[in-house]
């Protein structure tokens, strides 16, 4: 029995506007942040503006919104009240940053919500023209980029860790669904891949880029985000060392975190015998000769030429990046065309900042089949050994797991159909289509032009619904709206 | 409040903070032109979160100071410039540290109401568990010990209840305490050098016992006093209450030994009654007869009139070591004796009791003294002999035998009889313990023949058991210690 505790308990939905409010009071110094540019350059001082506002009211808001769970002790997020929490959250971000954006005068509603989707979602879309923008709206992107990376690395290994039959923790916490304290876990995080970004913009300015790109073009490809300070991407500088830089770079940022903690600890072998690596390894020999090929007398003047476009096209495409070093791809062969559209739905690693199915998935789905045709062929008494390596484990694969990774496979590829669909709708090709659908599922910056300056607001929403789904997994959003409609049937409804 | 190096840096990390956002408004509202007045409140505004924040005056009066500064330099004209002299600059100064100070009081005043109430329910709480857990505890020594930790938990320090006269007077200070009702009331202060302190157990103005409580980690807080005694009190509470159960526990067990003596009486009256009646019969009838008697008459009558009144002699003589036995008071006086020839005693005695039994004695290995009381050993012998004579059939064989080992020496009575019955077994050296369905016959001396064999072979420091044996009947045995021991009372 307890007594009335003076102390009283924050939960349920008071529980979740608090910790909006903690989320609105950090979005709104993510908004403020672009302002130390202005050290740089005064001259844009005028759209300071555009951000102060948003930045200043979002973190008085949220300041206001913690009081709700200021001083009491918090109790569990049930059910699935942590998904709530998670997409009210970044619904919240992505609303408030198109701020800056629609304040300028020059984006209207969808544009400045699908770059903002974008920038949150790590995908790299874009429909600003880089060379008309001041830079503190660029800076502001790759913020997005970043922030977006981050959040959500936090959030898949601490929150939502064992959903999706992912179980993106180590032995050691296994069951546990909290797994290691959330605020240890961020400062982690954080130094982690800030320290892989400034590693990376100090190799890029070894290597000839000015200040403002190297900062942005290094937090994009860390991100796996694929915003570019040049209209010509990462193809602006051809070089080939700093495309060396930015391949190292997205590998990194769509390598698992749990990963990055055995590299950490110097666990070398076990990254290598980690099933995603390997995978990974495998599709990019195979996909880079065979692109090269493709692409040789065509936009591609000579085969080495051909082999470096299609080494990084096929590395960012893998890793979701969407930074690129060609022009654009309406001149592609659809051949190659196909083959990044595959990469691109495979994705990156589970629990990092990449997008698509996730390798893990894929590698279980395809050793299924083997361990399928395997056991049709062997006796019937011999039972085979399903496991995958699995951060340095070797991972039994249950059938449950099987399961879940199949059915996962089949809702994204149906979500992606139904994507493809609504944009051929708008009278895109088959080809544009797919690919725009596969990249903003993808959270891969690759457009095949649908997306840009002029698209129709139709299209950017549908853009929007691709990057924000496919970002979240999937389930997660619709456990979260499902949850919310909820709610709000039942206020409605007067319980 | 701590102030560590690490809450130093968050606080003005903190203040930094929210200036920089309130300047960054500030300049947002003179971007649009908004009146010049409103920076004012947004300087009051951050300077009020600020000092709720840190908790802190001093971070405030840092916050008035810039924000006085600040609202000089960047909003008033000329811009850009520190005019020091303009009257107005104090006002809004003084206005600030006002309202910093107002609610840096509030909040303080508020975090320390919040600390006090968080305790109250703590001990509370605690209190609550206490005494739910007496509740539930019996016997004294468990209800010292359940103190003992009751206390130690509410305080955090070790303790140690002394409970009753003589606990309290075999630790010096605890006696000096106990004696004098002397200790170190809530109001004094411990001296230095002393790490105990030692708190009277009262109940009803008498002191029942002595609290000591180790202080050397600090001494009780004046706050604590009062959760400290309502403990105590608890704890007398419950003591108390053992106490009078146990009362209640001994009343009750008088009262079912008055019963049992009641019941005793009776039956014993009645078991004597018998053979006295039948004494006096037979004297009377001689005595009228006496002249016109014929020998063989007189013979079989006096016969009679003798093996009653042996048989009297026999229940007198149980019922007295019986009394004795109760009262504690048996005394034993061990000689050496020679074993045959307390054996042949106590057989000589049952003879005519023996009808038509056959009695066998096999001889003991040599002559040997063993240390008894030799009368008590006999009237073992005999409650034996004749329970074996009574409970068998008629023509059953009873055999006695006398066997030496190493420092005893065993003795046994067995018989080819019906044997004991299953239900007997367990209760066969109990006090009125003979077998329900012969009870009519009340030549069984009550019995207490078992009990009083029992308790006589106890005290001579051996051991008796009964059973059954391999030819159907029942086997008593017991064995005597032949070393010297001392004498048991």
């Known amino acids: ?495 | 409040m701590k102030h560590t190096h690490g809450l130093i840096a968050m606080h003005a990390a903190e203040t930094f903070g929210i200036l920089l956002l309130s300047t960054l408004v500030a300049f947002l509202i003179r971007s649009l032109n908004l009146r010049v007045e409103n920076i004012l409140i947004i300087y009051v505004l951050s300077i009020l979160v600020i000092v709720i924040e840190t908790k802190s005056y001093g971070w405030g009066v840092v916050a008035s100071l810039f924000c006085t500064f600040a609202f000089n330099y960047f909003f008033t004209e000329p811009f850009r410039t520190f005019v020091i002299n303009d009257p107005s600059y104090f006002v809004s100064l003084g206005i600030f540290l006002i309202a910093a100070f107002i609610v840096s009081t509030l909040t303080s005043r508020l975090q320390s109401q919040i600390a006090i109430s968080a305790r109250n329910e703590e001990m509370t709480d605690k209190l609550y568990k206490v005494s739910n857990g007496y509740l539930n505890i019996l016997e004294r020594d468990e209800i010292i010990a359940y103190g003992e930790r009751s206390v130690t938990t509410l305080l955090g320090k070790p303790c140690r209840i002394f409970y009753g006269e003589a606990s309290a007077m075999a630790d010096p200070e605890a006696a000096a305490c106990y004696r004098n009702g002397l200790a170190s009331l809530r109001d004094e202060r411990l001296p230095p050098g002393l790490k105990k302190r030692f708190v009277p157990i009262v109940n009803k103005n008498v002191i029942t016992g002595v609290l000591r409580i180790d202080c050397s980690a600090g001494d009780v807080a004046k706050d604590e006093w009062l959760y400290l005694e309502t403990i105590l009190s608890q704890f007398v509470l419950a003591m108390e209450r053992e106490e009078l159960r146990q009362a209640e526990e001994l009343h009750r067990i008088n009262m079912e030994k008055e019963r049992l003596k009641n019941n005793l009486l009776r039956s014993i009256s009645h078991d004597l009654r018998t053979p006295l009646t039948a004494i006096a019969g037979g004297s009377e009838f001689l005595l009228e007869r006496v002249d016109n008697i014929d020998g063989e008459t007189m013979k079989s009558l006096l016969t009679d009139i003798h093996s009653d009144a042996v048989w009297l002699g026999t229940m007198v003589e149980n019922l007295l070591n019986m009394a004795r036995i109760q009262e504690g008071k048996l005394l034993i006086k061990k000689q050496g004796e020679v074993l045959d020839d307390i054996i042949g005693e106590a057989l000589s005695r049952v003879a005519k009791n023996l009808g038509e039994h056959r009695l066998s004695c096999a001889p003991s290995d040599g002559i040997f003294l063993v240390p008894m009381d030799g009368q008590l050993i006999i009237q073992v012998l005999i409650n034996l002999l004749n329970n074996a004579i009574e409970h068998t059939r008629p023509d059953c064989r009873i055999a006695v035998r006398a066997d030496r080992r190493q420092g005893y020496v065993d003795l046994s009575v067995s018989d080819d009889g019906g044997g004991i019955e299953a239900e007997m077994m367990d209760h066969l050296f109990e006090s009125f313990g003979s077998s329900g369905k012969k009870a009519s016959e009340s030549r069984k001396g009550a019995g207490l023949g078992l009990s009083i064999c029992k308790a006589i072979i106890l005290a001579h420091g051996g051991s008796i058991v009964g059973g059954n044996n391999a030819e159907g009947g029942a086997t008593f045995s017991f064995s005597l210690p032949i070393e010297e021991e001392e004498s048991h009372g």
């Open chain 1, 1 to 495: 029995m307890n007594f009335q505790t003076s102390r009283t308990r924050a939960e349920g939905y008071q529980l979740v506007a608090g910790y909006l409010g903690i989320a609105a009071m950090l979005i709104g110094c993510v908004i403020l942040l672009p302002l130390l540019f202005l050290i740089a350059y005064p001259e844009e001082t005028p759209y300071a503006v555009d951000f102060i506002a948003p930045g200043a009211a979002s973190v008085t808001i949220g300041y206001l919104l913690y009081f709700f769970i200021r001083g009491k002790t918090r109790a569990r997020l049930r059910g699935h009240q942590d998904s709530v929490a998670i997409i009210s959250a970044w619904i919240l971000a992505i609303l408030v940053s198109s701020l800056p954006f629609m304040l300028t005068g020059r984006y209207g509603f969808a544009q400045a919500v699908f770059e903002a989707t974008s920038g949150f979602t790590a995908t790299g879309l874009s429909i600003v023209d880089v060379e008309k923008c001041p830079r503190i709206f660029l800076a502001f992107r790759s913020i997005m980029l970043f922030c977006g990376g981050v959040g959500f690395v936090l959030v898949m290994t601490s929150i939502l860790s064992d959903r999706g039959g992912m179980r993106l923790y180590t032995a050691g916490e296994h069951g546990d669904r909290r797994g290691p304290p959330l605020l240890k876990s961020a400062k982690t995080i954080l130094a982690l891949y800030a320290g892989y970004a400034v590693s990376g913009t100090l190799l890029y300015l070894v290597f000839g880029m000015g200040w403002f790109d190297a900062l942005n073009h290094s937090m994009a490809a860390v991100a796996t985000g694929g915003f570019s300070t040049r209209a010509g991407g990462i193809g602006f500088y051809d070089s080939f060392p700093i495309e060396i830089v930015t391949m190292v770079l997205m590998a990194l940022g769509s390598t698992s975190y749990l990963v990055h903690l055995l590299l950490v600890k110097g666990k070398f072998g076990a990254w290598m015998r980690h099933g995603e690596t390997k995978f990974s390894l495998v599709l990019v020999a195979l996909t880079t000769p065979l692109i090269g090929v493709l692409l040789a007398g065509g936009i591609a003047s000579s085969l080495p030429e051909a082999f470096r476009t299609a080494l990084f096209q096929v590395v960012s495409a893998l890793t979701t990046t969407g930074l690129r070093t060609t022009r654009d791809f309406a001149s592609w062969p659809s051949s190659s065309i196909s083959i990044l559209i595959v990469l691109t739905l495979i994705g990156g690693g589970a629990g990092s900042m990449a997008g698509g199915i996730k390798q893990t998935r894929v590698v279980i789905v395809l050793k299924s089949i083997v361990w399928d045709l395997r056991d049709k062929f062997n006796h019937k008494r011999i039972i085979g050994d399903d496991t995958i390596h699995h951060f340095g484990l070797k991972d039994a694969v249950t059938d449950r797991d099987k399961f879940q990774a199949g059915l996962f496979v089949i809702v994204y590829l149906a979500i992606f159909a139904l994507g493809t669909l609504a944009y051929s709708l708008y009278g895109y090709s088959l080809r544009d289509s797919a690919f725009e659908f596969a990249a903003a599922l993808g959270s891969v910056g690759f457009s095949a032009g649908i997306s840009g300056p002029s698209a129709p607001a139709g299209a950017l929403w549908i853009g929007i619904a691709g990057m924000f789904l496919g970002r979240f997994e999937i389930y997660v959003v619709f456990m979260g709206f499902a949850r919310i409609v909820k709610v709000a049937a039942d206020a409605l409804r007067g319980r």
